[in-house]
C-alpha cells in the first residue's frame, strides 16, 4: 500500500508539472501570435508594405524613408496598438464578471454596459450635453464613461440585494441594453445630419481615431487592472466554486464583487469611450481562454487577456481586407464574428440544463 502511494504522488505531480508546461506552453503561442497579427496590421493598408520593412521602420526609424516612417509610426502603429490594448482591456473585462456573476453570457455588451457608454457619448454629440461640465472638451469620452460607470453600479446594486439570481442579472442586464438602445434613437431622431452621422460612426465601433494619446490612458488602464486581479487570483479562482465555498475558504465575497465590479466598469468604459461601442470581444474572448487554459485565474487571467487582444487585432487586420481602399468600422465585424458564438453558448447552455 505505502508503495502505491509513494508512486501515486510523483505521479500526480509530474501530472501538474505537466499541465502547468502545457499552459505556458499556450500562452507563449498566443503571444506570438499576437506579435505576428500586430505586424501584419502595420503592414495592411491602402499602402501595402512588406513585414520586413515593418519590422526594420520601427527598429531603425532613421533608415526609413519619410512617408514609410509617417505611416508607420504616426498612423498605423497607433490603431495596431489601440485594438490589442482595447481588445485585452475588453475580454479581461469580460471575463471578470463571468467570474463574479458565475453567468458564461455576461460582459460590458451583454450587460448593458456599453450601451450606457453610447446614450452618453450621444449626449454630448447630438445635445451638447456635458455630464461633467468641468471639461467640455472630452464631453464624449467622459460622459461614455460616467454613463458606464453609472450602469456598472446600478447593475452590482441589483446584485447585492435578497433573492436576485444570477439569472435576474443577466435579464436586467439585457434590460438595459433595450431602454439605453430606445433612448439612443431618440437622440439620432432628433439629431442633425451632422450630429446624426457622428452618432452612427461612433456606435459602430472604429479605431480608426486612434491617438498615441488614447493609447497610453488605455493601456494604464489596463497595467493598473491586472496587478490588482492577479493579487486576488486565488480569490477569484475560489469564487468560481461558489459563494458559500468561497466564503468557508475566507474569502469575503461581498468586498470582492465590489472591487472586481468597479475595476471592471474602469476596463469597460475608457476603452468604449474612445473607439465607440466594439462588442462580444468580452464574451468571446474569456470563452477562449477559458476552453484553452480552464479556471484557474493564474493562466485565465493572462489568457483572456492575450485572447481578446489577439481577436481585435485580428478583427482590424480584417476590417481592411473586405472593402479593397476602405477600412470596415470593427464594431460591425466583431458584431458578425460575435452574434454567433452567442447563439452557441445559449444552445450549450440549455443543453446542459436538459
Known amino acids: ?90 475580454s479581461l473585462a469580460g471575463a471578470q464578471m463571468q467570474t463574479i456573476l458565475a453567468n458564461p453570457l455576461a460582459s460590458p455588451f451583454t450587460l448593458g454596459i456599453s450601451a450606457a457608454a453610447g446614450f452618453g457619448a450621444a449626449l454630448g454629440l447630438v445635445a451638447g450635453v456635458a455630464v461633467f461640465p468641468a471639461a467640455v472638451q472630452y464631453m464624449v469620452p467622459i460622459n461614455a464613461f460616467l454613463m458606464a ?14 433573492g436576485v439570481t444570477v439569472e435576474t442579472i443577466v435579464l436586467l442586464g439585457i434590460a438595459l441594453v433595450f431602454t439605453f438602445n430606445a433612448l439612443l434613437s431618440l437622440l439620432e431622431y432628433l439629431a442633425s445630419e451632422q450630429a446624426l452621422a457622428a452618432v452612427v460612426f461612433w456606435t459602430m465601433g472604429s479605431l480608426t481615431k486612434a491617438t498615441w494619446g488614447k493609447v497610453a490612458v488605455t493601456f494604464a488602464v489596463l497595467v493598473f487592472c491586472v496587478p490588482l486581479f492577479a493579487r486576488r487570483a486565488w480569490a477569484l479562482t475560489a469564487l468560481r466554486l461558489g459563494d458559500d465555498k468561497a466564503a468557508s475558504f475566507g474569502v469575503n465575497v461581498r468586498s470582492l464583487r465590489l472591487e472586481t465590479m468597479l475595476l471592471v466598469s474602469l476596463l469597460a468604459a475608457i476603452p468604449v469611450s474612445f473607439v465607440g461601442t466594439i462588442g462580444f470581444i468580452g464574451l468571446v474572448g474569456p470563452h477562449i481562454a477559458r476552453m484553452l487554459l480552464g479556471e484557474d485565474q493564474r493562466f485565465f487571467l493572462p489568457g483572456s487577456v492575450l485572447c481578446g487582444a489577439l481577436l481585435l487585432s485580428v478583427t482590424s487586420v480584417v476590417s481592411k481586407m473586405l472593402i479593397p481602399g476602405a477600412i470596415m468600422p470593427i464594431g460591425v465585424i466583431t458584431a458578425l464574428v460575435g452574434v454567433p458564438f452567442f447563439f452557441s453558448l445559449i444552445f450549450t447552455n440549455r443543453r446542459r440544463a436538459w
Open 149 to 162: 460607470m453609472l450602469a456598472s453600479l446600478f447593475i452590482y446594486g441589483v446584485s447585492t440585494m435578497r
Open 1 to 90: 500500500m505505502a508503495t502505491t502511494v509513494e508512486t501515486a504522488l510523483p505521479a500526480s505531480s509530474d501530472t501538474y508539472r505537466s499541465l502547468t508546461a502545457k499552459r505556458l506552453a499556450i500562452l507563449a503561442g498566443l503571444s506570438f501570435c499576437l506579435v505576428l497579427s500586430i505586424a501584419v496590421d502595420m503592414a495592411y493598408g491602402p499602402a501595402r508594405y512588406t513585414l520586413s520593412e515593418v519590422v526594420s521602420t520601427i527598429w531603425d526609424p532613421a533608415s526609413a524613408g519619410n512617408q514609410l516612417r509617417v505611416v508607420i509610426w504616426d498612423i498605423r502603429m497607433p490603431i495596431a496598438l489601440m485594438a490589442v490594448t482595447v481588445g485585452a482591456c475588453l
